[in-house]
């Protein structure tokens, strides 16, 4: 995709044509729980009164424990905004599920422009079996970012299976 044709990015992939076969058999994926979007809507802001009605249950409140941020949230996109001319550095963790191959070693492989960096942690993930969790961090850096939006992404490969996942810096 090519930004001096399409300024939307990575938000204007949308479903694209799905695939069937490879959705019922992704290889690895991200989950998340009931928890993480609790978390997550604390850290939003949303009152005891509007996450009880959101969630259904009167016991859920938000606190200093809970009070997560858009980036903590195990979701397979990473997205960094920043003013005109700020640099930032952000630290995502995530978690992944094996659900392809039991014994699989996947790769990342990152793609992104010009005032962007990323590092993954590690590099390389090693599964024995189904079912099995592992974690990573990706640390996306922007220099001082003067584009309106910039994107990439990451993509691990175990050769069988490729799981791509959005990264993108905008300014707001």
């Known amino acids: ?65 809970t009070n997560g941020t858009v980036w903590a949230l195990n979701y397979p996109s990473f997205v960094v905004s920043t003013k005109y001319k ?36 590690p590099s390389v993930l090693s599964f024995k079996s189904l079912g099995q969790k592992k974690t990573f961090s990706v640390i996306v850096m922007l220099s001082a970012l003067d584009t309106e939006i910039i994107s990439g992404s990451l993509v691990w490969s175990d050769g069988v299976y490729q799981v791509r996942s959005p990264i993108v810096a905008y300014l707001y």
């Open 86 to 121: 700020v640099s930032v550095t952000r630290n995502f963790t995530r978690t992944v599920t094996n659900v392809g191959t039991p014994a699989s070693t996947y790769k990342a492989n990152v793609t992104v422009p010009a005032g962007i960096s990323v590092e993954v942690k």
């Open 1 to 65: 995709m090519k930004g001096e044709i399409n300024t939307d990015l990575e938000f204007a992939y949308g479903s694209g044509q799905l695939d069937p076969v490879k959705a019922a058999n992704p290889g690895l994926v991200y989950d998340a729980n009931e928890t993480d979007y609790i978390n997550f809507l604390c850290g939003e802001g949303y009152s005891n009164k509007k996450l009880q009605l959101i969630t259904g249950d009167a016991n859920n409140s938000c606190s200093a424990d």
